[in-house]
């Protein structure tokens, strides 16, 4: 898979790659820290382990699923998620994941694995990418809003947080538009 470089807001370097299995710790701790911020994932206690981050990676070898890791100068910072949809009719459209580091938010990574993980998804041959986020996630929002993600629908108090009942806003966008 290929390699995209760009540049944070504070002047560093972001490298977004497609992630090895030397990375699976990474993915891993990075995953648990977010779940672990009970804010903005409808997990509440991450059940993996490492092995299953490195089963993960492996697979993307093979299948159309995706894993891309994002690295600020040489330093993790987050990672994005494709994952083909069950149906046979369906398989035009990926199911798309985010997370970065708290420490490395609102500095351009987000938007660098998301303009990645469309080229990503060209390449694997998705035409369309789907997503959900929390209703009162502003900063999600605002960043798919701004990549040309339309909202298609809004699940009401779906989920059960400890800040309370949040919506869940789907969302999606058109590779080809
Ligand atoms: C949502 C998330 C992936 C965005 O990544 P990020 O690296 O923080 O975002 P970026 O710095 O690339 O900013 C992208 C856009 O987000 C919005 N944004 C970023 N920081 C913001 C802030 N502090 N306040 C409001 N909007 C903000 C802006 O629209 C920004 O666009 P701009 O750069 O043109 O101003 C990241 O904040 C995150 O992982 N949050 C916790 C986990 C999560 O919410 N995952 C997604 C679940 S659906």
Do not use: C
Request: proline letters at 2%; aromatic letters at 8%.
């Amino acid at each position: 898979m290929k390699l995209w470089e760009y540049t944070a807001k504070d002047g560093r370097s972001i490298t977004v790659r497609g992630a090895t299995v030397d990375d699976a710790k990474y993915l891993h701790a990075g995953f648990r820290n977010v779940v672990e911020e009970h804010m903005w994932l409808p997990t509440f206690t991450p059940n993996s382990h490492v092995s299953d981050w490195a089963n993960w990676i492996s697979r993307t070898r093979h299948t159309r699923e995706v894993l891309l890791i994002a690295l600020v100068d040489t330093e993790y910072a987050g990672h994005l998620s494709l994952q083909p949809e069950e149906w046979h009719a369906s398989q035009h459209v990926a199911k798309l994941g985010i997370i970065v580091m708290k420490e490395h938010r609102s500095n351009g990574i987000g938007r660098s694995l998301m303009l990645s993980g469309e080229r990503a998804a060209l390449e694997k041959d998705y035409s369309k990418i789907i997503l959900s986020t929390f209703d009162d996630n502003e900063v999600a929002k605002g960043l798919y809003v701004s990549l040309g993600y339309r909202v298609v629908g809004i699940r009401k108090n779906h989920f059960n947080m400890p800040k309370g009942l949040i919506d869940e806003l789907l969302m999606e966008k058109e590779l080809s538009e």
